[in-house]
Every structure is written in C-alpha cells, then in structure tokens.
C-alpha cells in the first residue's frame, strides 16, 4: 500500500526559508523509475508543479521558482525533502507531495498524493 | 511553461453526461492525465494514458485526446462527481517538466 505524507510548519514568516518533508512508504526511491514531486495550490487557484526528484537523483524545477528551491531525498528514511527560500505571502498554499506514475514513454502521472500541508506565510 | 487551458465551469443535470475539455501544445506530445479534487481533499487520479482508469475509479468516467485537445467524460453524473477536475501533462515546451490545466469547477444539478 503506498502512503504519502507531508510535515512542515504551518506558518512561516516572510523572508524565511520553508522546509517541508515528505514521508512515504510502499515503494523506494531506489527503484528504477521512481519519482516523487512536489506540488501545491494557493486557496482558491490551481496546482502548480513544483519539483521533482527520481531514483538516481536527477531533479528537476519549475522555472519560475528554481532560483528558491530545493529538493533531496534521503532513501534511508524514506523521504523527500523541498526547501523553498526568502518566502513571501504569495506562497501560502497546500503543499502536496505525489508520487509518479509511468505508463509507457509518453504517460506521466501523479498515482498517489500525500493529503496536503497547508502553509501559510505571515508576520 | 506551456499552458493547459481549460473552461473554468460546467454544470450537468443528475444523471446526464458532461464533457469537460483541456487544451494545450503538450498534448500533442504527451498523454493527458486527469484529477478530481473535492474541497478540502487532495487530488484523486481518475484518468491516465488518455483513456486509463486507476482501480476503483467508476468506468462512467472516461477520456479521450486528439491534437492539442483531451477530454474527460462523465456519463451519467452523479452527486459525488461535483468536484474540481484537472488536466495535466509533462511540458513540452522544454521549461517545466509537468504543468497543470487551469481547472474545470463542475457542478451537478
């Protein structure tokens, strides 16, 4: 059975560095093809993809935050850490973990997702 | 990234199928996949490789894709179908690797 879940701090000020983690079980980040994203939704709008990291390490960023963030694993614990830096109001959202899915070359997907960490960003 | 457009609202009757479109330059690349989302929870998958349900989704829902175009229909909605519905797909366009569709508000009458 494949699990996710997502920890991190409810709320963050300003500025600070957001350090979330993602806790899974039922499958290894040291199996070929695997890979865990990060994904999140501000309230009220629609997901954005985040980052991505795969079993032999490669990651990958959306474009517009790349400069902020950072992913890592550490397949001892069974986790996926993101660390997002000088956070701003504008990143208050759920933030989601999924694991991908692959069909074939071409079919991507998100199979399972955690159930969310909602952060908030304030003074 | 490329975008993934789609119609920001949609209402059926109980009982009556509704279409629900997404449009994008990555689709003619990659395959489409489909989330639901009820408030408050996370996304469901209930459609993958165009046409592909997950265990346990009902076969009332399906997909299909052609050029930049994909669809996900429901035929014979029912009152737990009203949701937040999503397209996604990797990029194509070479920046982002995956991107999401603007979301699609169906609400069942």
């Known amino acids: 059975q494949v699990t996710l879940r997502e920890s991190g701090p409810a709320l963050v000020k300003p500025t600070q560095t957001l350090t979330l983690t993602c806790t899974f079980s039922g499958f290894s980040l040291t199996t070929s093809g695997m890979c865990v994203s990060w994904i999140r939704q501000p309230p009220g709008k629609a997901l954005e993809w985040l980052a991505l990291?795969?079993?032999?390490?490669?990651?990958y960023y959306n474009t517009s935050l790349k400069p902020r963030l950072t992913i890592s694993k550490d397949t001892s614990k069974n986790q996926v850490v993101l660390t997002m830096t000088n956070i701003d109001p504008v990143d208050t959202a759920t933030y989601y973990c999924a694991r991908i899915g692959i069909d074939g070359s071409s079919s991507f997907y998100f199979d399972y997702w955690g159930q969310g960490t909602v952060v908030t960003v304030s003074s | 990234s490329s975008e993934l457009t789609q119609d920001p609202a949609v209402s059926v009757a109980l009982g009556q199928t509704v279409r629900i479109i997404c449009q994008g330059d990555s689709l003619r690349n990659y395959y489409v996949s489909w989330y639901q989302q009820k408030p408050g929870q996370a996304p469901v998958l209930v459609i993958y490789s165009k046409n592909k349900r997950p265990s346990g989704i009902p076969d009332r829902f399906s997909g299909s894709s052609s050029g930049n175009t994909a669809s996900l229909t429901i035929i014979g909605a029912q009152a737990e179908d009203e949701a937040d519905y999503y397209c996604?797909?990797?990029?194509?366009?070479?920046?982002?690797?995956?991107?999401f569709g603007t979301g699609t508000k169906v609400t069942v009458l």
């Open positions: 990291i795969d079993w032999d390490d490669d990651k």
């Open positions: 996604n797909s990797r990029d194509s366009s070479g920046n982002d690797l995956y991107v």
